[in-house]
């Protein structure tokens, strides 16, 4: 009995250190993209057009409503990402706002969307993207104090922010400018 726990044993520890291994050797990749550059999906063309690392003040003085001032200090970032249908039929604009849509993160720190101030900026109207139509889609998250050291907080415009598209199969990340 004594032999065959110590065999089980022996066989957990040589799978584990393999998936270890394993895991190690091949590790997620991403493709990073900046501000400016283009990603074509298909029928859909995405167009990273520009990124902002707000005051509140400048929030609401740039989309014309207050941010979510509940959470304390805090700054507003945003992305505008232009997307293009290049089919020729319409497209469902739910589904490219849900495929586009994931969060926001840095080397420390990481946010989904904010739903509330996503949907109040993308008062779309209608439902559907017809054939070679681009809109914005504007994403946008606060970024609290509450989460950096302040010597951090203090130079939060010199921190590298990215907004993650996709994180399967591969890994899709914009670069974000402050």
Request: glycine share 4%; proline share 3%; aromatic share 12%.
């Amino acid at each position: 009995m004594k032999r065959i726990i110590a065999a089980i044993a022996i066989c957990f520890l040589v799978f584990w250190t393999g998936r270890i291994i394993s895991i190690n050797q091949n590790p997620p990749i991403t493709t990073y993209y900046d501000i400016g550059d283009t990603l074509d999906c298909g029928d859909l063309e995405v167009s990273f057009v520009e990124s902002h690392l707000d005051s509140p003040e400048q929030f609401k003085e740039r989309f014309g409503f207050e941010s979510d001032d509940s959470c304390g200090e805090h700054k507003v970032l945003s992305i505008c990402i232009n997307a293009a249908n290049k089919s020729d039929r319409d497209a469902d604009l739910k589904e490219i706002f849900d495929f586009l849509e994931c969060g926001f993160e840095s080397k420390t720190w990481s946010s989904a969307i904010n739903p509330k101030a996503t949907s109040k900026i993308n008062n779309f109207g209608e439902e559907i993207l017809a054939p070679g139509i681009t809109r914005k889609i504007w994403y946008v998250t606060e970024v609290n104090k509450m989460c950096y050291r302040d010597s951090s907080w203090n130079n939060i415009n010199e921190i590298q922010f990215t907004y993650v598209l996709t994180l399967s199969p591969q890994k899709i990340a914009v670069r974000l400018k402050a």
